[in-house]
Nanobody, 127 residues
Framework: QVQLVESGGGLVQTGGSLRLSCAASGRTFSTYAMAWFRQAPGKEREFVAAISWGGGAPYYADSVKGRFTISRDAAKNTGDLQMNSLKPEDTAVYYC????????????????????WGQGTQVTVSS
């Protein structure tokens, strides 16, 4: 089993920045990649960004490309999401996820591609 714990959420004004962190513990060597998803009130959970533990090009949703940056530290089993130029539409609960299988450009955005999930952290962007 792998446990994921997010931190770093909060309230920020439009245009501000936040940095989310995800700490992984347990059998982390069994996972291939980590990702961030988000879920706004009344909406489905959606893909935000993903990166493999071994490095390689990250993937981003079009809505956050150029504003968000995903990173990971495989030695520490942590992953971060730096969020800049935040907008009210970025308001959501943000979830960290980890996948055991190799992800493709298609599967990386799918919820069912991920085996482990954190509890989520709230991000609120005020206008």
């Amino acid at each position: 089993q792998v446990q994921l714990v997010e931190s770093g959420g909060g309230l920020v004004q439009t245009g501000g920045s936040l940095r989310l962190s995800c700490a992984a513990s347990g059998r982390t060597f069994s996972t291939y990649a980590m990702a961030w998803f988000r879920q706004a009130p009344g909406k489905e959970r959606e893909f935000v960004a993903a990166i493999s533990w071994g490095g390689g090009a990250p993937y981003y949703a079009d809505s956050v490309k150029g504003r968000f940056t995903i990173s990971r530290d495989a030695a520490k089993n942590t992953g971060d999401l730096q969020m800049n130029s935040l907008k009210p539409e970025d308001t959501a609960v943000y979830y960290c996820a980890a996948a055991r299988k190799v992800l493709t450009i298609i599967t990386v955005r799918r919820l069912d591609a991920y085996d482990y999930w954190g509890q989520g952290t709230q991000v609120t962007v005020s206008s």
